[in-house]
């Protein structure tokens, strides 16, 4: 399931929010909260082949698409906005938001990696935001670690989030590009993009106080249940 939202929530005056889906219950759900459904095949194997496909049902085709993936549901509404406002600056066929981890955070994310290894994504980025890489081990391994940690207040790791803003030519780019090698072994598309030439601008944002790094297995579904009952629900706040 992906939900795509045409320029972005709050950027706005209105939000054109349809949710892409290849399940009729997602879809009756959405219906009854009186959102927009686009029925999708069921062999896309991507959110960004999703968001496509619902793209291009849409007239007038819009210029700039988010896609906010199921398996990312504690996105708040204001990095939504950044991505847009990062994207409308720049030239990018592509952004998505990345959260600089601090030394705590690595340390719970390499444990996390112990149990749930293909859960979690991390990235490496230049110095003006373009993406050099994505994965899901941690990168960049780090020499003299201790020493760093006592000279930088945050480690050099970034995490990535499961939010995307595409111009709608790069979407079908994607679309129109068999699967590359590294996607495929990765299983991550926005390598896609890397590996045929398109640039991605990473958006680093502040990280959200329901912290996780995706709902990818079992374990990721427990603690989601569990920052709720410990944090609250975050939807109550963003209404």
Not at 42 to 51: K, L, T
Not at 106 to 119: E, G, N, V
Not at 163 to 191: K, M, N, S
Request: charged share 20%.
């Amino acid at each position: 399931m992906a939900a795509i939202a045409s320029e972005g929530a709050r950027l706005v005056g209105h939000c054109d929010v349809v949710v892409a889906t290849d399940d009729e219950r997602i879809a009756a759900l959405a219906r009854d909260l009186g959102l927009g459904v686009a029925m999708t095949e069921v062999a896309i194997s991507s959110g960004s082949g999703r968001a496509w496909a619902a793209a291009r049902q849409r007239i007038p085709a819009p210029s700039i698409i988010v896609n906010l993936q199921g398996d990312a549901p504690f996105v708040p509404p204001s990095m939504i906005t950044a991505l847009v406002q990062a994207l409308r600056r720049s030239s990018h066929a592509v952004a998505t938001p990345v959260v600089a981890l601090t030394w705590d955070a690595l340390d719970a994310l390499r444990t996390h990696k112990l149990t749930s290894p293909f859960s979690g994504t991390t990235c490496t980025r230049r110095a003006d935001g373009r993406a050099l890489w994505f994965s899901k081990t941690v990168i960049p391994a780090i020499r003299n670690e201790s020493q760093l940690r006592d000279a930088m207040p945050l480690s050099p790791v970034y995490r990535h989030i499961g939010l995307y803003a595409y111009r709608f030519d790069a979407l079908r780019h994607f679309e129109e590009t068999e699967p590359t090698p590294y996607e495929r072994i990765e299983g991550l598309e926005q390598l896609r993009f890397l590996e045929s030439g398109q640039d991605i601008l990473t958006v680093e944002v502040a990280s959200p106080a329901h912290a996780m790094s995706g709902i990818d297995t079992a374990q990721d579904v427990a603690l989601a249940e569990n920052l709720i009952a410990e944090l609250g629900d975050p939807h109550l706040s963003w209404r």
